[in-house]
T-cell receptor, first 114, second 114 residues
Framework: DAMVIQNPRYQVTQFGKPVTLSCSQTLNHNVMYWYQQKSSQAPKLLFHYYDKDFNNEADTPDNFQSRRPNTSFCFLDIRSPGLGDAAMYLC?????????????FGPGTRLTVL | AQSVTQLGSHVSVSEGALVLLRCNYSSSVPPYLFWYVQYPNQGLQLLLKYTSAATLVKGINGFEAEFKKSETSFHLTKPSAHMRDAAEYFCAVRPSNTGNQFYFGTGTSLTVIP
């Protein structure tokens, strides 16, 4: 089945220690997104790639970076995680940026910062 | 500004009873509307979407939603709740003239009482 895969499902890191979260997709979608979802809150868009074009949300901290080496993979790098960065990180994909294009989500990676 | 309001952060229903989860949106132009479900420690799964076709939209797992422009609402319903419906439900809006930006509501946690 075509799908969005996130690894690992659970990640523990130390305060200030860089961490990378991984997302891959077999849908061959052009767009990949990263969302941050804190406990009992709605997902918040951090940034998205349309193909190789990177689009950062205005309020995304510089501490968060992303890489997309090819169509299938997209990484979220947190350079110096703080306690406030503990959250579920959701990756999503869509075929394009058309209004009717649905976003398909992966299972998420839950990040704990000690 | 676009926004989504989900009335009731927690809803409890008895098994077999009607499920009604409320969603109201504010948008200067007719939007596209989505309902997603999130089971514990999982990503978001699309339940259904409205993209300016039929106003009554049927989704997976017996859910449906009706777009009412006059009320700026897109409430989610299911005639008979099942234990497996217990989850977090998110309404999302994508204004039809702003590309692929999603605006999520804060979610409604559904509890099904046996």
């Amino acid at each position: 089945d075509a799908m969005v895969i996130q690894n690992p499902r659970y990640q523990v890191t130390q305060f200030g220690k860089p961490v990378t979260l991984s997302c891959s997709q077999t849908l061959n979608h052009n767009v990949m997104y990263w969302y941050q979802q804190k406990s009992s809150q709605a997902p918040k868009l951090l940034f998205h790639y349309y193909d190789k074009d990177f689009n950062n949300e205005a309020d995304t901290p510089d501490n968060f970076q992303s890489r997309r080496p090819n169509t299938s993979f997209c990484f979220l790098d947190i350079r110096s995680p703080g306690l406030g960065d503990a959250a579920m990180y959701l990756c999503a994909t869509s075929r394009g940026l058309a209004d009717t294009d649905t976003q398909y989500f992966g299972p998420g990676t839950r990040l704990t910062v000690l | 500004a676009q926004s989504v309001t989900q009335l009731g952060s927690h809803v409890s229903v008895s098994e077999g009873a009607l499920v009604l989860l409320r969603c109201n949106y504010s948008s200067s132009v007719p939007p596209y509307l989505f309902w997603y479900v999130q089971y514990p420690n999982q990503g978001l799964q699309l339940l259904l979407k409205y993209t300016s076709a039929a106003t009554l939209v049927k989704g997976i797992n017996g859910f449906e939603a009706e777009f009412k422009k006059s009320e700026t609402s897109f409430h989610l319903t299911k005639p008979s709740a099942h234990m497996r419906d217990a989850a977090e439900y998110f309404c999302a809006v994508r204004p039809s003239n702003t590309g692929n930006q999603f605006y999520f509501g804060t979610g409604t946690s559904l509890t099904v009482i046996p």
